[in-house]
Each structure stands twice: as structure tokens, then as C-alpha cells.
């Protein structure tokens, strides 16, 4: 005789709670860039290694997110992704998103700074992806146990990759996540802009961050 599960369906993680901590998080991170100034001296060589290290991650982000945005499409939470990206990492939206964390950060000369922002982009979406694997695991059951078993949570690894002859994807997506993806890219005129008026004065130094 066969029974029917009393548990209920798994639902998708509600992404809005994600969003708010990200907010919150960068309301944090402005105040530490406009009341706050790196130990390393604005000009001179580590800083402006720093930043340069720092613009290279968040136009990795950028990239890499548009990448992965080309294979999910708006199919996320419908269809179980499996190349491109999506072979090398279960989350590589995710991931792209941490190393431009980190890369803001460093645009803004602080290795302290960077880790801080890469760690806590780190948590929120380790917890968020931890969420939607439950939702995929009870949707596509033996299918998603076996990719998961085969492909990372999070660390990309290269050697896994495979790609598809042809693959469709949503231009809606695609144009919502280079607008989102602008916003690292444009984080470092803005930080440019801040140097310039904390060495002129306008702006009060309250800490150092190393």
C-alpha cells in the first residue's frame, strides 16, 4: 500500500530576506567609506595596487554574473541547471557576488575591509543557498542528490566544467542582472570621489582601517 507524505511541499527561499541583509550591509559599508580612511596612504603604491586588485574582482562579478544570468536565464528554482557555471559550482551567482564583496573592499585600500565584506557576503549566502537546496533537493529529489554530489556549494572547481551545443536564456534577466551588476562597477568612481573630498577636508576621518 502506498502512503502519501504528510510533510508539505518545500517552498522557494523568500529572496527579500536576503536583500534586506545586503542593504543593511551596505548601509554599513558606506559609513565605514565616508567616515573612515585606509591605513595605506591614498597615492601611494599599495594602495593603488589595491585598488586595482579590487576593480579587477568586482569586473570579475560583473562578468561572471552575466555568465551565469546567460545559462539560468529566469529558470532559477524551475529547471535543475547543470552546465556551464552551474557545473563547476552549485552557486556561482553567489560566488560572483562574494569576490566583488571582497573587491569593494579593496577599492577602497583596506585588505580588512575586504575580507569583512567578502566574509559577511560569505554568510548571507551560504544561508541563502543552504535554503534553496532544500527547495531544489524535495523538487527534482535523485536528480539534484546526484549533482550535488558531483558539483561544490560554493568553491568553483574548473575541472568539472562542461557546456551545452545550444542553450536559451531571458533578456529580462539578463538586462535586471547587468543593471545589478553595474553597481559594483560604479562603487569605484563613487569611492574616488570620497578620496578626493576626505584629502580636501569636507570629510571628517573618524578611524583608520587597516
Wanted: positive net charge; aromatic residues 16%; glycine residues 8%.
Amino acid at each position: 500500500m502506498a502512503y502519501t507524505s504528510l510533510k508539505s511541499a518545500p517552498k522557494a527561499f523568500d529572496q527579500h530576506k536576503r536583500l534586506i541583509v545586503v542593504q543593511l550591509a551596505a548601509v554599513l559599508a558606506i559609513i565605514l567609506l565616508l567616515f573612515s580612511k585606509p591605513a595605506l596612504a591614498e597615492g601611494s603604491n599599495g594602495h593603488e595596487a589595491l585598488e586595482a586588485i579590487g576593480f579587477a574582482m568586482a569586473l570579475i562579478c560583473f562578468l561572471g554574473r552575466l555568465w551565469s544570468i546567460l545559462f539560468v536565464g529566469g529558470r532559477k528554482n524551475d529547471e535543475l541547471i547543470v552546465s556551464g557555471p552551474f557545473s563547476m559550482t552549485r552557486n556561482p551567482l553567489y560566488f560572483f557576488s562574494t569576490v566583488g564583496a571582497v573587491g569593494i573592499g579593496l577599492m577602497f585600500g583596506s585588505v580588512l575591509a575586504g575580507v569583512m565584506l567578502g566574509l559577511a557576503s560569505f554568510l548571507v549566502f551560504r544561508f541563502t543557498a543552504l535554503k534553496e537546496a532544500e527547495y531544489l533537493a524535495g523538487k527534482f529529489g535523485a536528480a539534484y542528490a546526484a549533482y550535488a554530489e558531483r558539483t561544490p556549494s560554493f568553491w568553483p572547481n574548473p575541472m568539472l566544467y562542461r557546456d551545452e551545443a545550444q542553450w536559451l536564456f531571458s533578456p529580462g534577466a539578463l538586462k535586471r542582472n547587468f543593471r545589478d551588476g553595474l553597481y559594483f562597477l560604479a562603487l569605484f568612481p563613487v569611492i574616488e570621489a570620497v578620496e578626493y573630498f576626505r584629502l580636501s577636508g569636507h570629510l571628517p576621518t573618524l578611524f583608520t582601517v587597516y
